[in-house]
């Protein structure tokens, strides 16, 4: 069945078309944009720390994304001035800094969370130092926290909120407006100066990941509570060899056979107290055999060591289980994961002062699922 359809044109002569009434139907029906997801920002933190170089700022934010991804959404409107010191990035969402704004960009339905430390380097005058940014549209009201040495610094027109244990600014119409000023060069009475912190690192963080061929990485990260220049001495055993050494993000030199590195550390900023040191071995544990038992030795940290977290990523073809060591297994062994394959096991330990965590792990061929006729 068909229609006519006219067509009238107002600068050629008139005619007409003939139409299928089904094709008619779908020309006259409004057209339907294509939808997209959409993402609401449910909670999000703001802290701030002065410092001589500018404010450091950490953001994070949890986005929850209704609908296909990708979406971006936007958080806040640093200005051209911002630099990125560290931006998180995993398999559910992305944290960019993009044209003095930062994003985050998650891949798919659900929730996400982003995290991110950055620079503000705003205006200086004598000893007064000033940083200004805003809250995108998306965001909802954030106190910024301000922790901040007030030995170093003062803050103008800052709050004091007890119940945050510290200063915090409001936004004013999505807009922050810090001011610091130094107090280098004043005389220092002993109310104001604050007592020095015990060198410790807070928390260990390892991973071991090996191939077939017995093939051994061994990465560490020690999160530092120091707030003024120190030495620390980590002491690998025999048979590790260094791959790259970091002091808050930036490569110090280290020779491929240094078992015992000196490292000079401090705060990663004017103010603060804290730090970071990651360091990378290798090592040959030996061809995997039907079974055997693999040895796992730590390095040797010269302060104390609040906690240590280790992670195995070992072959999948086999069942592993602990036999002795110092570390106390957290869990069950499970599939890794993130791009690196194997079985991943995870094992702490506390309050180490003196002595290097140890692992003993049995292993034995994965007969699961398989029968034999």
């Known amino acids: 069945m068909t229609v006519m359809l006219m067509l009238v044109l107002a600068a050629s002569p008139s005619g007409t078309a003939t139409v299928p009434l089904g094709e008619l139907v779908e ?14 920002v449910t909670s999000a933190t703001l802290v701030g720390r002065p410092g001589e170089a500018g404010l450091w700022l950490e953001a994070s934010a949890t986005v929850r994304v209704v609908g296909d991804g990708p979406v971006e959404v936007p958080l806040l409107e640093l200005g051209p001035l911002a630099v990125a ?12 800094l993009r044209a003095g704004v930062l994003v985050a960009r998650c891949h798919a339905s659900g929730s996400c969370s982003v995290t991110a430390r950055m620079l503000l380097r705003g205006g200086r005058d004598g000893k007064r130092s000033t940083a200004t940014f805003a809250a995108a549209a998306g965001l909802p009201p954030t106190p910024l926290k301000l922790d901040v040495d007030d030995g170093l610094f003062e803050l103008p027109g800052a709050q004091v909120v007890r119940e945050w ?10 807009r922050y407006d810090v001011a610091w000023v130094s107090k280098q060069g004043e ?41 003024r220049p120190g ?28 078992s015992r590195l000196s490292l000079e550390v401090g705060p990663v900023s004017l103010g603060a107290a804290e730090g970071t040191v990651e360091i990378a071995w290798a090592q040959e544990l030996g061809v995997f055999h039907l079974s055997g038992q693999l040895e796992l030795v730590s390095p040797r940290v010269s302060w104390a060591v609040s906690k240590w977290t280790t992670q195995t990523v070992l072959p999948k073809v086999f ?16 599939d890794a994961e993130g791009a690196l394959p194997g079985r991943s096991l995870q094992f702490t330990q506390h309050l180490i002062t003196s002595s290097a965590p140890t692992l003993s792990l049995g292993y034995s061929v994965d007969l699961t699922g398989s029968y034999f006729r």
């Open 27 to 40: 020309l006259l029906q409004p057209t339907t944009p294509s939808t997209r997801g959409s993402a609401v």
């Open 165 to 174: 244990g510290g200063y915090v600014r409001f936004s004013e119409r999505g």
């Open 85 to 96: 010191e560290t931006l998180s990035d995993d398999e559910k969402a992305t944290a960019e």
């Open 187 to 227: 005389t220092r009475t002993a109310t104001t100066q604050r007592a020095p912190v015990e060198p410790l690192v807070r928390e260990a963080v390892s991973r071991w990941v090996t191939t077939l061929e017995g093939r051994a990485t061994h990465e560490l990260k020690l999160t530092l509570q120091v707030d």
């Open 319 to 334: 069942r592993y289980v602990r036999l002795g060591g110092s570390m106390e297994q957290l869990g069950s062994e499970a």
């Open 231 to 258: 030495t620390l001495v980590v002491e690998a055993p025999a048979g590790q060899r260094v791959l790259r050494a970091r002091v808050n993000g930036v490569p110090v030199p280290a020779q491929v056979d240094d």
